[in-house]
Structure formats: structure tokens, C-alpha cells
């Protein structure tokens, strides 16, 4: 019986800075899916589109309610995913990948940003 040793794949680094929340997770678990390790960085600069009142009132709901993996390859790439608050040493030096189509520039309505949201909650400190 022949064992089968992983080849360790390179992280793709993905800054979050100004970065559609929906639909940079999207591709970064996309991507995790398909076996490659990922790293966010600068993950409390990532920004959710409505209004203050209206993110926070959601948000609130979704913390009762969320469900993190439904089957065993979910699990898996959870834990290929690694988020980071600002930019660690270890990948200051590193190019990070910019998801394009999540720019929020693109957005036409107010949102906010996940450090404002998690102080909203009481989380991240403003």
C-alpha cells in the first residue's frame, strides 16, 4: 500500500482593503474548495454594502445563526483559510491578489466597513 504525501501548494494572499465582503469570501473559498491555501489580510478593511442600521440588525441575526460546513470537504477548506486583522510580518513583503470583480468602488450605496460593524457589536476596537 503506497502512501500518499502532500505537496505543499504556495498561499495565495488576498488583501481585503476595500474589498466587497460577499464576494471576495466567494472567491476565496472557491479557491479553498479546490485545495489551494489561502491568507486574507487587512480583513477589518473589507466593506458590507447597505446601511449602518441595517448591516448591524443582520449581522446580529446571522451570529444565532450561522452554520459553518455542511460536509467533510467544507471542514477541509475551512481550515486551508486564514484571516488576519492588518498585515502580519511573515507576508508584508509578499504580493497580495486583488479580487477585481470586488472592488467596492463599483458600489452605488452607503456601506460599511467590518472594523465599524464589529464595533457596532462589540468586537474590534474603532
Known amino acids: 500500500m503506497k502512501k ?3 505537496v505543499a501548494q504556495p498561499e495565495e ?3 481585503a ?6 464576494r471576495m469570501a466567494s472567491y476565496v473559498a472557491k479557491k479553498a474548495l479546490d485545495g489551494k491555501s489561502m491568507v486574507v ?6 466593506v458590507i454594502s447597505g446601511t449602518k442600521q441595517r448591516v448591524v440588525a443582520r ?8 452554520t459553518l460546513w455542511k460536509k467533510p470537504g467544507g471542514k477541509d477548506a475551512f481550515h486551508r483559510v486564514k484571516v488576519y486583522i492588518g498585515t502580519p510580518s511573515e507576508y508584508q513583503d509578499r504580493p497580495a491578489t486583488r479580487v477585481a470583480d470586488a472592488d467596492a468602488s463599483r458600489l ?3 456601506y460599511i466597513t ?8 462589540g468586537g ?3
Do not use: C
Open 13 to 15: 494572499i488576498v488583501d
Open 17 to 22: 482593503s476595500n474589498l466587497i465582503l460577499g
Open 41 to 46: 489580510i487587512n480583513a477589518e478593511r473589507a
Open 124 to 126: 474590534y476596537p474603532q
Open 4 to 6: 500518499t504525501v502532500a
Open 108 to 110: 452605488r450605496v452607503p
Open 59 to 66: 449581522a446580529k441575526l446571522k451570529l444565532k445563526t450561522r
Open 114 to 121: 467590518i472594523a465599524q460593524l464589529s464595533g457596532e457589536i
